[in-house]
Structure formats: C-alpha cells, structure tokens
C-alpha cells in the first residue's frame, strides 16, 4: 500500500500539508506536464511542480540539509522531459520546509518549497485546496509525474514519465494507492499527483 499527502491549505512561507510515499515506476516518457521540473541541490536530486512563477512545491528531505545554509542558492530547476538536456534552468535563491516537518518522526509534513531566482518559462499547475471526494472517487486513476527511475533495475534517473494507479482509499491527509507497477522509485520524491478541474491540471498531493 502506498500512501501520499494530500494538500490542503497553503502559503508561500508556511504550507500546511501532509507527505506521504509513492513514485513513478514504469511509466511512459513523456514531453507535456512542463509545469513537473527536476530540482537538484549539491547533495540530492528530486522533482518539483512550478506552482507560482518563482516558487516550486517539492518534498522537505529533498533540501533539508540545504535550508539555512549557503547551499540554497547552489541549486538549479531544469525544465523539459530530459534532465541532462534541459530546455531552460533557472538558479535557486531559497528554500523552505513544513514547519511541522521532522523526517524521524512524522512523514505527513514532508513537503519543502524552492523559490526561483526568476519567473519560470511555464504555467504554473495550480494546487487543489478543495474538497478531494469532489474531484475523484475511489478507483479512479490518477496521473503521478517524475524524473525518477523506471524501475528497481535501472538507473536511469532524468527522464520525464507519467504513470497512472487506481486510488484505494482517501484518508485524513493521504490518499491511499495498491502496490502498483506504477508507483515509484528514486528521483520521483516531489512528484505531484495530479487531478483536473475544468480541465485544467491540479496537484493534489506530493509524493514523498
């Protein structure tokens, strides 16, 4: 069973969200979803969604060790669905963790924020902060998009892919997915879980 947060409120300097695990594995490369960058620090790599033009919603124990150190600004956000040929990058300025976040106790608040040294070349995917039974019901597939690799075997890091799983169960700040050929490996940590409202693209939750 894999289990990932669900978003509720947020703001920009102190989201209020839950974390959970889950990722893409064997999933089908993809050039869309432009919004789902790959973010990487002097000691990790993960994936984010631009969510405003200059801030990217990812996963805390991505940038850990990097919030209040001068590695914030070491970073970089590469766009298109090949992290070693990306199509633009934009240097990072800051970074910010849950305030509840603490990785040994508490996998709820694994949510992190990078802010950009400039507006990103995309349109940022809007967060859903709604009602989440009002947009899914149990047993719809949901799309999870990420760099991360295609399975246990490869390592092949840097490639954009989506994946789709069936959700189980919605709970108190988690969705709740089966262990699915779908769902995840390395790299994938920040990748969103999207949902569509008037057509339009929505991150619902971010896997950790």
């Known amino acids: 069973m894999h289990l990932v947060p669900i978003l ?15 990722h893409v594995v064997n999933g089908t490369p993809t050039s869309e979803y432009p919004a789902v960058v790959s973010v990487q620090f002097p000691q990790n790599r993960f994936t984010g969604t631009v969510i405003a033009p200059r801030v990217v919603l990812t996963v805390a124990h991505g940038i850990d060790r990097t919030v209040g150190t001068d590695a ?28 509840y ?18 507006d990103a070349p995309v349109e940022p995917n809007p967060m859903y902060t709604g ?25 092949d890091y840097g490639t954009k892919r989506v994946g789709r799983a069936n959700l ?7 969705l709740m997915f ?15 879980v999207l949902v569509y409202v008037d057509g339009i693209a929505h991150v619902a939750a971010v896997n950790e």
Do not use: K, W
């Open 8 to 22: 509720t409120t947020m703001g920009c300097s102190e989201p209020d969200v839950g974390s959970g695990t889950s």
């Open 72 to 99: 914030v600004t070491q970073g970089v956000v590469r766009f298109g669905p090949d992290f070693a040929a990306p199509e633009h990058e934009i240097a990072t300025v800051d970074a910010r963790m849950h305030r």
């Open 101 to 118: 976040y603490d990785i040994d106790t508490d996998r709820f608040y694994d949510i992190g924020m990078v802010l950009l040294a400039e």
């Open 131 to 155: 009602d989440f039974e009002s947009v899914v019901q149990i047993g719809d597939l949901l799309e999870f998009v990420g760099y991360g690799r295609s399975s246990q075997a490869n390592d």
């Open 168 to 174: 189980e169960r919605i709970e108190y700040r988690a």
């Open 178 to 192: 089966g262990d699915q050929e779908s769902l995840g490996r390395n790299g994938d940590s920040g990748s969103p």
